[in-house]
């Protein structure tokens, strides 16, 4: 089943520049597909698009079959959750306020959270093992402690798609490791993950299928095995990629 097709797809903050230019893309459900590329890309931009946060100049977003501006931002808000590399926070919450954030779309406007709301809340702090946090403010936070709770309260929505932007570019490499697995997890139940990174060795591990995004357009997409050859990624920065054994697989890497 295609949960995401893209078609055509033009985006620029203005005329003369765009940041995407013809791209088209299916997403199928309960895949992890990875975005790639350089600063600039359209990387971040892309998810914006399919949070409906821009409109596109030109060609079309399908989600679950029907044009994403058909729907309401609610609808959206039970279908799509997102977790953002940067979070800014004005207000003093505590970690379970936060996440519990998550189920806004789905608690009526004016009502307050019922017993559903604090089990989807209580299972996502749970599955990210944030539980010692709990009670803290997240303002006190380290940047990591808060890339956690951020994946905890897109969980708490309950999505059927998950986008994330550099998941773990805050986390110590035990939570990102603890993340990608957790991606994995998921989409074994039936989730659509879209996420973006700047490593390919994590890409290759855990994405499904993988999107190269160049300054100039799509440099590939497939499989992921085979969008993240060390000639693709060459083409992707610009810079000289070699592979190194590691047990089955082959790991890119750049040489200083």
């Known amino acids: 089943m295609i949960v995401i097709r893209i078609e055509e797809l033009s985006f620029g903050y203005d005329a003369e520049r765009p940041v995407i230019a013809g791209l088209s893309l299916e997403v199928e459900a309960g895949s992890a597909t990875v ?48 977790v953002s590399d940067e979070t800014y926070l004005p207000f003093n919450y505590s970690v379970l306020d936060y996440v519990l954030l998550g189920r806004g779309a789905r608690v009526p406007t004016w009502g307050l959270p019922a017993s559903a709301d604090y ?26 402690e808060l890339q956690l709770a951020s994946v905890a309260r897109a969980l708490a929505q309950e999505p059927r798609i998950l986008l994330m932007d550099e ?21 074994g139940a ?16 855990v994405a499904d299928r993988a999107v190269l995004l160049g300054r100039s357009g799509l440099v590939a997409a497939g499989p992921a095995a085979e969008a993240l050859s060390t000639d693709n990624l060459e083409r992707l920065y610009g810079v000289r990629f070699e592979e190194a054994a590691a047990g089955s697989r082959r ?3 750049v040489e200083l």
């Open 167 to 187: 998941p773990t570019s805050h986390l110590d490499p035990a939570n990102a490791l603890s993340v990608f697995r957790l991606v994995r997890e998921l989409t």
């Open 190 to 205: 039936g989730l659509t993950v879209l996420f973006t990174t700047h490593d390919p060795v994590h890409a290759r591990q």
């Open 35 to 82: 975005i790639l590329g350089p600063n600039g890309a359209g990387k971040s931009t892309l998810l914006s698009l399919l949070l409906g946060y821009n409109l596109p100049r030109e060609g079309s977003i399908e989600i679950l079959g029907a044009p994403l501006s058909s729907y309401q931002r609610h609808e959206l808000g039970q279908l799509i959750a997102y």
């Open 119 to 144: 089990r989807a809340l209580e299972d996502a702090i749970d599955r990210i093992g944030i539980g010692s946090l709990r009670s803290r403010s997240v303002q006190e936070l380290s940047a990591g």
């Open 251 to 253: 790991i890119p890497f």
